[in-house]
């Protein structure tokens, strides 16, 4: 359930940020004339907004400050000092918008007519999403967001003002349950009658954390986010050094922390979900994230143990696959990995630290168990753990209504995929709706999961049923129908 103070946060995010006025650099340089058209009648456009917006380093959905704002004349000319580097966004009533990165001198730009959608939020099981923010783009993933929506309880926002204009149009939907990993454009060619277009976002994480400089007082105002994406997800400390982010998946390799100037203060290097994380910075560096070692920073001591995991099921047989992690209550630090063929895993954890040890997870075909606490109390030291787990469950699914180019996938709750029958869609006749295939054998994961199916010919056309959220609800076999989109399970 969303908290009332979410719902604010989410209402002030999505609002357009204040207006800054022109600085005095901007105002002694020179000046850049555009002339803004109608596409379709070659006419002037009149009253047409534009405001200059300069690229963000660490960009965070909803915000908006142009620099500079200025409104097209009678005969739709427009004059703004010019800034290197910096995007023109044009916004006209009726129009789509537009973003011209650094135009020139008496430039020409053509505004296409908008196109009204009603963009459709659902999660991985095809539920409905409300308070999505939806964050339209025209510019590059460090443009801010020049149209935000959010999605009501039917999990629908209608969006105005954009269009397929030829240019960068994304779309970045926002939400503490959802992953911020992928986007794309907005997809006008997939309305249907009613203008509405539905789109699938996989599940993400939240992590809350502080960050410190040496002494111990707050950094105040630092980037903190996943460098991987123009978008991250990034957020930014408040006064007292906290922050918020979410959009992640649930295990990120790590998070950076950059200043006002880009410069790189730390790293996150690993995050456990719903810990709190803390990271005391010392001072700028002009690395890079590409020098990063993942298993240590420069900015934490080099984790010198090892903790060894051996998970077994009843019968004897090596339990494969099975996620460990190891933990720092006191930081959030946390490290992870799956068990090999032989149903072990080896984890380089921090020595003289307290760790907690957990194995299995929803995720996974095996239930959570608690492997208690550990101190590795000399460098080089290692501590070794058993684990016995019950056998997963297995089930065979009967898939109906395929089609040429489907892709089954077995979506779990947190975000990841396991691809099924690949070998026998490909061999799919064109043209037909009524292909079956069975797949024998299916490991279950223990938590929410669903089967997808997406259709690789046409753009994101992604169909999914949600199947009974506990394999203890399931028999032997489970029955996908993708024409009448139903899901039964039987023996």
């Keep these: 359930m969303l908290t009332q103070a979410l719902l604010v946060t989410l209402a002030v995010h999505a609002t357009v940020g204040a207006m800054m006025p022109q600085d005095a650099s ?9 002339t803004v058209l109608d596409a379709r009648t070659n006419a002037p456009v009149r009253a047409a907004m534009v405001q200059r917006v300069h690229e963000a380093l660490f960009p965070t959905w909803g915000t908006y400050e142009p620099t500079g704002i200025a409104t ?8 703004m000092a010019a ?11 009726g129009f789509a918008v537009r973003g011209v990165l650094s135009p020139r001198d008496g430039q020409t730009v053509e505004l296409k007519p908008e196109v009204p959608i009603t963009i ?8 409905p999403m409300p308070l999505v923010h939806l964050g339209v783009c025209v510019g590059c993933g ?14 629908r926002a209608t969006i105005r003002g954009a269009g397929p204009n030829g240019g960068i149009v994304d779309l970045y939907p926002v939400h503490p349950d959802l992953l911020r990993d992928d986007y794309g454009g907005i997809p006008f060619d997939e309305m249907d009658e009613a203008g509405v277009a539905t789109v699938r976002v996989l599940p993400g994480s939240k992590l809350e954390g502080r960050v410190l400089f040496p002494d111990g007082s707050p950094a105040v105002g630092v980037g903190v986010g996943l460098p991987k994406r123009h978008r991250g997800p990034w957020t930014r400390t408040n006064e007292d050094g906290d922050f918020t982010l979410f959009g992640l998946p649930t295990h990120p390799d790590y998070l950076e922390v950059r200043s006002a100037t880009n410069e790189i203060l730390g790293y996150f290097a690993g995050s456990r979900q719903g810990c709190r994380r803390t990271l005391t910075i010392h001072g700028p560096t002009r690395g890079t994230s590409r020098e990063l070692d993942l298993e240590s920073t420069r900015f934490e001591e080099r984790p010198t143990g090892h903790v060894l995991v051996t998970a077994q099921l009843a019968d004897g047989r090596a339990a494969v696959g099975v996620p460990v992690e190891a933990w720092d ?9 799956l068990t090999d063929a032989e149903g072990q895993v080896s984890l380089l954890v921090h020595a003289n630290r307290d760790l907690r040890v957990e194995a299995g997870g929803p995720e996974s075909a095996y239930p959570t168990f608690d492997l208690g606490r550990i101190r590795i109390d000399e460098a080089g030291s290692s501590e070794s753990i058993g684990v016995e787990f019950p056998a997963p469950r297995k089930v065979s699914i009967r898939l109906l209504g395929l089609e040429k180019y489907d892709s089954i996938h077995l979506v779990r709750a947190d975000g990841s995929r396991l691809l099924l029958a690949e070998d026998a869609i490909d061999g799919l006749e064109p043209g037909r709706d009524d292909h079956e295939v069975t797949v024998d054998g299916v490991t279950l994961p223990v ?15 992604y169909r999914g049923l ?5 394999t203890r609800d399931l028999g032997d076999r489970v029955e996908v129908d993708f024409r009448t989109e139903s899901a039964t399970a039987g023996r």
């Design 120 to 127: 459709e939020i659902v999660d991985f099981t095809g539920t």
């Design 329 to 337: 209550p006191d930081t959030g630090w946390c490290v992870r990995g």
């Design 142 to 155: 460090h443009t801010p967001d020049v149209i935000s929506a959010t999605t009501g309880p039917d999990g």
């Design 447 to 461: 938590g929410r999961w669903a089967v997808a199916c997406v259709h690789s010919d046409r753009r994101n056309n």
């Design 72 to 79: 097209s004349d009678d005969a739709g000319r427009v004059s």
């Design 26 to 34: 901007s105002k002694a340089a020179p000046s850049i004339s555009l």
């Design 466 to 470: 949600q199947l009974p959220s506990s």
């Design 83 to 93: 800034s290197g580097g910096a995007w023109w966004i044009i916004k006209a009533d």
